[in-house]
């Protein structure tokens, strides 16, 4: 299976839902229109954690249908991110969204030692893009929470992705793990990376997926650039997943897709123990709407 498109994400999140959908610090109206849409469709039940009177003055002044929505009062950001979170642990929703606050925050709420959402050994964050320039959805890992992972940590963000995919049911990924060169140069730390997770999955170290690298982006998403260079490849010019060296280099990228390149994305973090739908405050409703609509398709 392919994602050719986002669309699919909200076809298959409709055979799964409604899921209950809590959602930290909740006064922004992208979110309160992408969460307004979520229900129409009958994809979630939200919770919105958040300062009660800005989250009805943001749907009346903007016409935002939020009607059967639970509004939970608490104005302190901090305070409405740790709720949102004990909320969950609590068993009384399935998905975590980020609101009107800053990943910092959100984050360390779900990393709380008593009460968070960790899974199990790393938390990563992972995009889905559709681009009228490439021929099916691209991933794109991580840009957003880990600033420069070592060897251990990218084993660890690779494998939350792969599990994302699987949930997708998508049970092979091609994934390809980015460097500023596809040759292995010793003094380019992120070349000597990609070489050994290349190796660990073809030692079967790295399970249900077929990683190549170091690819440069070229080489990852033109099957043309990957011919010029005399690249063999499963990978090569059909990834469905880009690992990006650090946060700098994936952010850079995320956003250069969104603003300049015209994509829609869809983006969760992986490694909680519910899926998390983390976007950037700047990215727009659509945006934020795939992005449940992917959280509920997992889940």
């Known amino acids: 299976m392919e994602l050719k498109s986002l669309g699919q994400l909200v076809e298959m999140a409709a055979g799964k839902g409604p899921k209950k959908l809590v959602v930290a ?10 969460v307004s849409l979520a229900m129409q469709k009958g994809l979630v ?30 104005a302190d950001r901090t305070m409405a991110c740790i ?13 975590l969204m980020k609101g009107m606050v800053s990943t910092g925050l959100f984050v360390k709420a779900i990393l709380d030692k008593e009460n968070g ?13 559709e681009s009228r320039y490439y021929h099916k959805v691209l991933g794109i890992t991580d840009a957003a929470l880990n600033i420069a992972p070592d060897f251990k940590e990218k084993v660890s963000i690779v494998q939350n992705a792969v599990w994302v995919y699987h949930k997708l049911g998508i049970h092979k990924p ?18 000597v990376h990609a070489a050994m997770l290349t190796q660990m999955q073809k030692r079967n170290q790295l399970e249900g997926c077929i990683i190549d690298g170091p690819l440069a982006l070229d080489n990852a ?67 934020k709407f795939l992005s449940i609509a992917l959280a509920v398709a997992m889940s």
């Open 25 to 34: 610090v909740a006064q922004d109206e992208d979110v309160l229109k992408a």
């Open 45 to 74: 039940i939200p919770l919105l954690v958040g300062n009660r009177d800005d989250i009805t003055r943001l749907a009346t002044e903007n016409d935002i249908n939020i009607s059967g929505a639970e509004i939970l009062h608490e």
């Open 83 to 95: 709720i949102a979170v004990k909320t969950i642990k609590a068993g009384q929703g399935d998905i």
């Open 117 to 129: 959402l960790l899974r199990g050994g790393l938390l990563s964050h992972l995009s889905f893009f």
């Open 174 to 191: 091609l994934v390809a793990i980015l460097a500023s060169v596809e040759t292995i140069n010793p003094k380019i730390e992120s070349t």
């Open 221 to 287: 998403v033109s099957e043309e650039a990957a011919k010029h260079k005399g690249l063999v490849s499963e990978v090569a010019g059909n990834a469905d997943l880009l690992v990006t060296p650090d946060l700098n280099s994936g952010n850079i990228l995320y956003k250069s897709l969104n603003f300049l390149g015209g994509a829609v994305s869809a983006a969760i973090v992986a490694g909680a123990c519910v899926p998390v739908v983390l976007t950037s405050r700047a990215d727009e409703d659509k945006s």
